[in-house]
């Protein structure tokens, strides 16, 4: 089963800012996941896009889709010292469960 | 109830001890999955159980021996682990083992000295 791709591995802004996140992956999904960790807990779940679909909004999160180029980007707007975390994209592919990219570590200074 | 309990939270035990991970929910989901996972790595997957059977076992040590009781719980059996095996260590559920999001509990810090 085939992993994502995120970059950059670790991101640094200013609280205010937008945060940009990308994932890269190799073959066709189903969908496409996005989840949050803290501190080395566990993960939550942020937001799935399914692979007919190019773009996803929840609060202050926007996702993209591109199948063409087999890329995602999660985008946080206006960022807060919480978005704090490390985030990884999920790929859900055929009928296999889902496998995690490595991850991109933000920091958001307050 | 939307969370995924996992006990106990940490964990130290010994390399010839014997211990168990435990993890419940009670969102009527059908699929339940055990993850590792080390300091700043993702989380690997180890099993995946559909409805109560053990559907995924990705080439995991038999030191390390799922069960699932029924649909609400699934333990991870410990015995003879090595130092490397300390992580963390995740369950997480989903609706049905395809296609769906996965609720993730808070994870088992595990020792092994």
């Known amino acids: 089963s085939q992993q994502g791709e995120e970059d950059p591995q670790a991101l640094s802004i200013q609280e205010g800012e937008n945060a940009t996140m990308n994932c890269s992956y190799k073959?066709?999904?189903?969908?496409l996941q996005w989840y949050r960790q803290n501190s080395g807990r566990g993960l939550v779940h942020l937001i799935l896009i399914r692979s007919n679909e190019r773009e996803k909004h929840s609060g202050r999160l926007r996702v993209t889709l591109d199948t063409s180029k087999k890329s995602s980007s999660l985008l946080i707007t206006a960022s807060r010292a919480a978005d704090t975390a490390s985030y990884f994209c999920?790929?859900?592919?055929?009928?296999?469960?889902?496998?995690f990219g490595k991850g991109t570590r933000l920091s958001v200074i307050a | 109830d939307t969370e995924v309990t996992q006990t106990p939270k940490h964990l130290v035990m010994g390399m010839t001890n014997k211990k168990s991970l435990k993890c419940e929910q009670h969102?009527?989901?059908?699929?339940m999955y055990w993850y590792k996972q080390k300091a700043k790595k993702p989380p690997e997957l180890m099993f995946v159980y559909s409805y109560e059977k053990l559907s995924i076992n990705e080439s995991v040590p038999s030191r390390f021996s799922p069960e699932c009781p029924n649909s609400s719980l699934l333990n991870l059996h410990l015995h003879a682990l090595q130092p490397e095996d300390s992580a963390l260590y995740l369950c997480a559920s989903s609706l049905f083992r395809e296609q769906a999001e996965a609720f993730f509990g808070q994870g088992t810090r595990l020792t092994v000295v």
């Open positions: 999920a790929l859900n592919s055929g009928n296999t469960p889902l496998v």
């Open positions: 073959t066709s999904i189903n969908n």
């Open positions: 969102m009527g989901h059908r699929a």
